[in-house]
C-alpha cells in the first residue's frame, strides 16, 4: 500500500550542530521526492525536492540525499538554528501520478 | 506567504451542517490541490483540478465532499452534513504543469475545521 515513512518521530539537536531526519519510502517507481518544513498553525512550506535521476541535491543549508537501492531519503540540514524547529515531511510522487503522497512526520526540536 | 491564500482559516460548526471552504491559487498556476490533515499525521490527498477540470479524487472523499473549480482559478471545497471525523486541517496548494514535468506544490495556511 501507500507508505512513505519516518524512522525518528522526534530529533533534539543543539543549536549549530548539523541535522540529519530520515525516510523511507516504498515504492520504487516514484520518481520525485520534496522535503517540507512544517510551523505550527501554518502549511507546509517547500525546502528542497529531488528527482530519482540524482542521488544527491544542494540547497542554502539543506542537502537530500536518495538512495534508491534501499529507498531511502535523508534531509541534512548544516548549522541548525531555532527557526529551523518544525515539523518535517518527506513527500513522494505516487506511481508517477501527478500527487504527492506524504509521510507522519518528524519534530526537529533546536535547543540553544 | 507562499500566495496561495485560503479562507476562513478556522471554521466552527455543529454536526450535521454544511460548510465551505475557499482557495485561491498562485495566479498562474495550472493545477490546484486539496489535501486534509489530522493532528500529528502528513497531509492526505483529497483531489485535484488541472485548470477547471477535476482529474482525480481519493477514495478518502466520501459523497458528502465535493469541491469545484468552476473557472479554472479559484476552488472551493464542500462538506455536506458534517460529522466529527471530518475535523482536520484542510490544505489547499496549487503548481504549475508544463512540459510534462513534476512541479512542487506550494500551500496555503489551510481551513482548520472542528466539527462539535
Known amino acids: 500500500g501507500e507508505s512513505v515513512g519516518l524512522h525518528l518521530p522526534t530529533l533534539s539537536v543543539q543549536e549549530g550542530d548539523n541535522s540529519i531526519i530520515n525516510c523511507a519510502y516504498s515504492n520504487s517507481a516514484s520518481d520525485y521526492f520534496i522535503w517540507y518544513k512544517q510551523e505550527s498553525g501554518k502549511g507546509p512550506q517547500f525546502i528542497i525536492d529531488?528527482?530519482?535521476?540524482?542521488d544527491k541535491r544542494q540547497g542554502q543549508r539543506v542537502t537530500v540525499l536518495l538512495n534508491k537501492t534501499v529507498k531511502h531519503l535523508s534531509l541534512q540540514i548544516a548549522a541548525t538554528q531555532p527557526g529551523d524547529s518544525a515539523v518535517y515531511f518527506c513527500a513522494e510522487n505516487w506511481e508517477n501520478t501527478d500527487k504527492l503522497i506524504f509521510g507522519t512526520g518528524t519534530r526537529l526540536q533546536v535547543f540553544p | 506567504d507562499t500566495g496561495v491564500s485560503q479562507d476562513p482559516r478556522h471554521k466552527i460548526t455543529k454536526r450535521g451542517q454544511n460548510v465551505t471552504f475557499r482557495c485561491d491559487p498562485i495566479?498562474?498556476?495550472?493545477?490546484l490541490y486539496w489535501y486534509r490533515q489530522t493532528l500529528g499525521q502528513g497531509p492526505e490527498f483529497l483531489t485535484y483540478?488541472?485548470?477547471?477540470?477535476?482529474?482525480?479524487k481519493s477514495r478518502l472523499l466520501s459523497d458528502r465532499f465535493s469541491a469545484e473549480r468552476p473557472k479554472g482559478s479559484f476552488s472551493t471545497l464542500e462538506i455536506q452534513r458534517t460529522e466529527q471525523g471530518d475535523s482536520a486541517m484542510y490544505l489547499c496548494?496549487?503548481?504549475?504543469?508544463?512540459?510534462?514535468?513534476?512541479?512542487?506544490?506550494?500551500f496555503g495556511s489551510g481551513t482548520q475545521l472542528s466539527v462539535l
Open positions: 529531488i528527482r530519482s535521476n540524482m
Open positions: 496548494a496549487s503548481s504549475f504543469l508544463g512540459g510534462g514535468t513534476n512541479e512542487k506544490l506550494f
Open positions: 495566479s498562474e498556476h495550472n493545477r
Open positions: 483540478f488541472q485548470n477547471e477540470a477535476q482529474l482525480e
